[in-house]
DNA sequence: CTGAAAGCGCTTACAG
DNA sequence: CTGAAAGCGCTTACAG
């Protein structure tokens, strides 16, 4: 054991002005207070008279102060959430991400984004740093990650996942639209206009389908082809959320014969690309084929899409979500799981009643 | 003067195996070497032994190690960059993603993103965040700051800005494409096909003309409609960057008498508006009315838009982008300001010659 | 109500 | 080549 150097002598490092970025000690030098009363000013903690409220606040806008969230993170909260997106080209992911901004604008709280591209690594990878810097919490959105996983993320960080099915789950909650729903109202939609062969063309699964929204809508669409009576008609592709994939699955659609009457893909951003491959076929939309899209995206009213799509709201569920998550890492154990019911087809020219 | 509690013993905390999460402590007490050594391990430095080595990753893999950033920030590097992107739902930008995505994929680099959302004050408070949370390195895309703040950032902290034109910068290094020339090109274009009445449409500016991309723009989309003895026809409008903008932005043009033979959008993203506006107003493209975009983004070419663009690689500024920065973060301090020439207006149906 | 001290998990001189 | 110790900037019991 070696001798302690010199007697600790509890020496504060009074900083003088440097040009350097102000630290706690700073603002408690300047206002002649402990570092504990600033922190506790700072953090909205109880038992700091009003007068020492007063002369912190003074000298942090003065010093410009603003403390630094990863020594914060050391101790206790580090005041950022981490959104996991899977993909920065489908536009319904910006409505999530307009939701949970509205929700946190007023708060403390800080956005720190993380895209995995649709790739399972990446997901891991961006949902592996966001623990490790210690955020606060996190929101996953559609996730592709089975249940046991999830609740191993959820063990190490207070979580929220949206596009995700567990409305058992108790240790995170979920926001979430009725998929399967939404899906059969889509085919009822087509159904009742006289069309019979609607096929359904949908990401690529990989044994999830209880879980993930794909799956969801895929079972949601296939119940609904039964129920109409069209089960001989079922015909569901599946494509990678890559351009080249997903023509090629379309182009292999159309040379069916006899052709489908009717595609509804699983979300608004694939469905673009249809009406693209349908429009170099030749074929004219809605008379020969009829395009339905999922999540009713703004770009559907794009007069050159004019597509029909189920509503749901990514920014309510952005919205819900931040929200299920700021109470979460407050304290709240019970879990809330939140459903969108879906009422409403919003029908453009892309599956216009027949003439 | 307070006596010292206990005689500081310098006694390790050999954290038995918790189901907490494993520390630089525990994969050192594991290993049986000093927290020191697992730290040069764990960074490459220089000055270890082999044996020391292998001792070090064995611990860390059999624990799942895993440094936090946060203690790291607090004194060296975080090993995470952050990328400001001005707005989500333009596909231009995930362009740029994914190049700096691809450029950082094989290093110990991590990327988390900012979004703007176009909003100046958000555009702060993000960089702000970022600074705070002590990241290496900022790569800020488009930025809407003048050069005096733009030098106040890259004095806290190393940063490349990607859409600023700032080529004296002397503490930051910027990737660009040469946007005066790629808006005369596609003046050039419409012009020798005989359009006269050109417009350009352009985003709300305030007054940063000379280094920001929309400014470089409508400065080559000018001279370029002098060049060609078009001077009398220049006509600009800018809208803000929300489809309400927009639109109103579009029919007031094709308003005009006579109305615009062609519009030229600063960036594709508008451009699908104007295609938009065109065909509800029942003007057929490119007979009526020629259009074309910027960026060249592959959303151009679903044959709804088949959007006219001139063809500059987000990709390409992406991995440029991060690659000065991973070098600035290295230590390079002598600025580099990489510049792509522009060649090509890719054609499509929306700008193809008149019959 | 207020403050001194310990400690979060790392890295960096520095000494051996 | 290796390790002990100081210190980064905060928060949290704890004592007064």
Not at 81 to 92: A, Q, S, T
Not at 188 to 211: M, P, S
Not at 273 to 301: F, H, I, K, Q
Request: hydrophobic share 45%; with cysteine; proline share 5%.
């Amino acid at each position: 054991m070696k001798p302690a150097p010199e007697p600790s002598t509890g020496r504060v490092t009074a900083a003088p002005a440097t040009s350097a970025r102000a630290t706690i000690n700073d603002v408690a030098a300047l206002a002649g207070v402990s570092v504990a009363a600033v922190s506790k000013v700072l953090r909205d903690a109880y038992g700091v008279s009003p007068e020492l409220r007063s002369k912190v606040q003074s000298s942090v806008a003065k010093l410009g102060y603003r403390p630094r969230p990863a020594a914060r993170a050391m101790r206790g909260r580090s005041y950022t959430i981490g959104l996991l997106l899977p993909d920065i080209r489908n536009p319904f992911f910006a409505d999530i991400l307009e939701g949970v901004n509205s929700a946190l604008e007023r708060t403390q709280y800080q956005t720190l984004l993380g895209i995995s591209q649709s790739a399972t690594s990446m997901e891991a990878a961006v949902i592996d740093a966001m623990v490790d810097w210690q955020m606060d919490g996190v929101i996953l959105v559609g996730p592709r990650m089975a249940p046991k996983e999830m609740a191993a993320v959820a063990d190490r960080i207070p979580m929220v996942a949206v596009g995700h099915h567990e409305p058992q789950a108790r240790t995170f909650d979920t926001a979430n639209n009725d998929d399967r729903m939404g899906a059969r109202l889509v085919v009822q939609h087509l159904a009742v206009a006289g069309r019979k062969r609607i096929a359904f063309l949908n990401l690529a699964v990989q044994g999830l389908d209880e879980v993930t929204v794909t799956g969801r809508r895929e079972a949601g669409y296939r119940a609904a082809m039964r129920e109409h009576g069209l089960a001989r008609h079922e015909l569901v592709l599946h494509a990678e959320q890559t351009p080249r994939e997903v023509q090629l699955a379309v182009k292999q659609l159309l040379k069916a014969s006899p052709r489908p009457e009717a595609i509804f893909a699983w979300t608004d951003f694939v469905a673009f690309e249809v009406l693209s491959v349908a429009r170099e076929a030749g074929l004219s939309v809605p008379a020969d084929l009829a395009v339905v899209g999922y999540d009713n995206t703004r770009d559907c009213d794009l007069a050159q899409h004019a597509l029909s799509s189920i509503d749901q709201s990514g920014q309510a569920l952005g919205l819900q979500a931040a929200r299920l998550l700021v109470e979460r890492i407050k304290g709240r154990e019970k879990e809330e799981h939140f459903l969108v019911t879906l009422r409403l087809v919003v029908v453009r020219g892309s599956s216009a009643a027949k003439a």
